[in-house]
């Protein structure tokens, strides 16, 4: 009596393959990829604010974040940029030292700060968007515009699910 597909290909009991024989390979492995995908593309963006502008990815995300507002609460950065609390502070406070950022009390709440870009850090952010857009878009070059838009959905969906 032959075999069927999912017994030649290994899978028992309507498991696939790799969970039947308990194996992971690493470079196959969805999340690895993923993160791996995420980091190449934060690297190839990185050239612009990096080297450019002399800021690290954390003060770039919040620069990006403060550049569509007029102020906004440290608490509210780390959510809004996968930076936690740290990250947001140190950030900050480089952006300050700098002159790019500057932050005071919440009115509501004194342990809390609010912090908006001084109009040098208006003027930085309105130099480097046009830079971070042109990489964006040679970034998504290689995919057709029919893939960029699944490659769109795709995100959006997945992103939906995990929250």
């Known amino acids: 009596m032959g075999r ?3 017994a030649r290909r290994g899978e028992t009991a309507g498991r696939p393959a ?3 024989a308990a194996e992971l390979v690493l470079q196959q492995y969805f999340p690895y990829r993923l993160a791996r995908l995420a980091e190449q593309v934060s690297l190839a963006v990185a050239e612009v604010y990096s080297e450019r502008f002399s800021l690290t990815r954390q003060e770039w ?3 990006a ?3 569509a507002r007029q102020e906004i609460a440290t608490k509210e950065i780390g959510p809004l940029t996968t930076l936690d609390k740290m990250q ?6 480089g952006l300050e030292t700098r002159g ?3 932050r005071k009390p919440h009115p509501d709440d004194r342990r809390e700060l609010i912090v908006s870009l001084t109009s040098a850090g208006r003027t930085l952010y309105r130099k480097i968007v046009p830079y971070a857009l042109e990489r964006e878009a040679a970034l998504l070059a290689v995919l057709t515009e ?10 959006r969906k997945m992103s939906a699910a995990l929250t």
């Open 65 to 67: 974040i403060l550049g």
């Open 61 to 63: 995300r919040v620069l």
């Open 4 to 6: 069927s597909d999912a």
């Open 146 to 155: 029919e893939e960029a838009e699944v490659l769109d959905r795709v995100m």
């Open 88 to 93: 947001v502070s140190r950030a900050v406070q």
């Open 100 to 102: 790019i950022a500057s």
């Open 18 to 20: 790799a969970q039947a």
